[in-house]
T-cell receptor
Framework: GQQLNQSPQSMFIQEGEDVSMNCTSS?????WLWYKQDPGEGPVLLIALYKAGELTSNGRLTAQFGITRKDSFLNISASIPSDVGIYFC??????????????FGTGTRLKVLA | DGGITQSPKYLFRKEGQNVTLSCEQN?????MYWYRQDPGQGLRLIYYSQIVNDFQKGDIAEGYSVSREKKESFPLTVTSAQKNPTAFYLC????????????FGQGTRLTVV
């Protein structure tokens, strides 16, 4: 089945650094979502994007819906130890495609060194 | 509080046995989903349902079955035909419209012993 390409796969950063990750697809999506998953827990929604070119912030997190609708980016500024976890992107094509299912990225594993 | 509840959190199964994982939501969402996650891997779609009494196979449906008799409930049965059932199972739900978010339960970790 289709999975979105997410990069980097993993990253180690120092506390206080900024982090960038992205997600790309060969097809167009109408909604992009970003989630964070802690070990042994379900993913928690961070940011939702609905429009091409949209830039949305949630505290230290900023995400953008790519203008081509085939990609999305997530930035975390001034990272802290609790940012550690797995970050997933997800795309949804919407009802015009006949389905409401979400396609997930392969995940970016973030480790923050204090 | 509104949310999605998965139970149990941990489940052990003997080889050859069927087991059912529960997923209940009180968000009044039409669509519900089951995903499987293996260590260090992303989420793979098992089954999804866009409306009561209807469901569709996802990418890895073999060895699994579901039912959607009520809007609030979408149980997943892992049958003995599933060759490698040990995994973390996640249930999610969303409104059945364009541009809506999917919300996840806390997951059930299934181990075959």
């Amino acid at each position: 089945g289709q999975q979105l390409n997410q990069s980097p796969q993993s990253m180690f950063i120092q506390e206080g650094e900024d982090v960038s990750m992205n997600c790309t697809s060969s097809s167009i999506f109408n909604t992009w979502l970003w989630y964070k998953q802690d070990p042994g827990e379900g993913p928690v929604l961070l940011i939702a994007l609905y429009k091409a070119g949209e830039l949305t912030s949630n505290g230290r997190l900023t995400a953008q819906f790519g203008i081509t609708r085939k990609d999305s980016f997530l930035n975390i500024s001034a990272s802290i130890p609790s940012d550690v976890g797995i970050y997933f992107c997800a795309g949804q094509k919407g009802p015009s495609s006949g389905t409401y299912k979400y396609i997930f990225g392969t995940g970016t594993r973030l480790k923050v060194l204090a | 509080d509104g949310g999605i509840t998965q139970s149990p959190k941990y489940l052990f199964r003997k080889e050859g046995q069927n087991v059912t994982l529960s997923c209940e939501q009180n968000l009044n969402h039409d669509a519900m989903y089951w995903y499987r996650q293996d260590p260090g891997q992303g989420l793979r779609l098992i089954y999804y349902s866009q409306i009561v009494n209807d469901f569709q196979k996802g990418d890895i449906a073999e060895g699994y079955s579901v039912s959607r008799e009520k809007k609030e409930s979408f149980p997943l049965t892992v049958t003995s035909a599933q060759k490698n059932p040990t995994a973390f199972y996640l249930c999610a739900s969303s409104d059945r419209d364009r541009g809506t978010e999917a919300f996840f339960g806390q997951g059930t970790r299934l181990t075959v012993v």
